[in-house]
């Protein structure tokens, strides 16, 4: 697990939202290179230290378009997402998906994903959620298998054989796609590998069909 208002209007990345009878116009704005600080730092905020990248490597991606990275925004930013999307490939991943807390539980993140599926309706969009079978305690275990109803909500399906652990962290695959003999590995393969390298790939993410 993200244009300026130009673009927001461009292949319908803006959606209208009826909230207390007032009706807001939702858009994606780009997240331009002297955000990117600002940026990381509420992202240290929002994901454990184990998920999140360093610094450099996310300014790096962005820099060199292999990320994309968008506000979501209705004159104030409401929160952000991180997209791995190299050119040429059919697969894009959800790498960074947040909302800020003061907006969450009001329907925020729901349209922020519609209107990325939307951008993104051209590709298989993957996504990576913690395993609630490897959480410790119930509440990270009911927090988790909470993640993967939301987007089980939004047309994501869990790939049933999968097996991954990012970065030491058990994950569950998910897709928006029917691809038949989807292979989990080959699309975090042709991900991850654009980003990183294969020394990082084979030390930090092992993915099986």
Known sequence: MNFPYYAAYMNCKCILVKSKCVIKMLTLREIHQDEYYSLYSKMKQDFPSGELAPFFTIKRNLERKIYNGY???????????????????????????????EYR????????????????????????AEDPQAQKNSINREIAKHRINFYERAGFRVAP???????????????????????ARKAMHALYLPAFDSEHWLRFIDVRD
Request: net charge negative.
């Open 71 to 101: 506000y979501l925004s209705d004159n104030l930013d409401l929160g952000y997402a991180i997209i791995t999307a190299p050119q040429g490939l059919k697969y894009a991943l959800l790498n960074y998906f947040a909302i800020y807390p």
């Open 105 to 128: 539980s009001k329907g925020y993140g729901s349209e922020f994903l519609k209107i990325l599926i939307n951008h993104y309706h051209e590709r298989i969009l993957v996504l990576e």
């Open 161 to 183: 054989t999968a097996k991954a652990k990012i970065f030491g962290v058990n994950m569950l695959i998910m897709t928006n796609g029917h691809e038949e003999n989807f292979s």
